[in-house]
């Protein structure tokens, strides 16, 4: 699992980069780390990490394990691990996650839900 602070991600860390003169419609499905500079309309459905950079705008609902926005979301988004929102990120939809991280200056626009991280620790009562 590649580590989610944002300020650490390159280019070189991921497999396929929707440039910023791509605008995509339909189902988008991959399994290993993508990084949207573009447009997206429709649905993703991943299995890796997603990135959706300062310049990306995505109208579409997501359901990825990791999820980083740097740019423009509307829709919801399901995500097995963790969703991170940046300063510049703006979420327009509902979160179902594990984990969240929302940095100041991000806008989300919601309703969160978290459900807990499966561990073998014993719950304290």
Request: net charge negative.
């Amino acid at each position: 699992m590649i580590d989610l602070h944002s300020d650490t991600l390159e280019d070189e860390d991921f497999d396929t980069i929707l440039s910023s003169d791509i605008d995509f419609s339909g189902t988008l499905s991959f399994e290993k780390p993508f990084l949207i500079r573009g447009k997206v309309r429709g649905e993703i459905v991943a299995s890796g990490l997603l990135l959706i950079d300062k310049e990306g705008v995505v109208d579409a609902h997501i359901n990825a394990p990791q999820v980083i926005i740097r740019g423009l979301v509307n829709g919801n988004i399901t995500a097995a691990d963790k969703i991170e929102i940046s300063p510049s990120g703006r979420l327009q939809g509902n979160i179902t996650t594990q984990e969240i991280a929302l940095e100041a200056g991000c806008h989300f626009n919601g309703y969160c839900t978290m459900h807990e991280k499966k561990s073998g620790n014993v719950p304290i009562s």
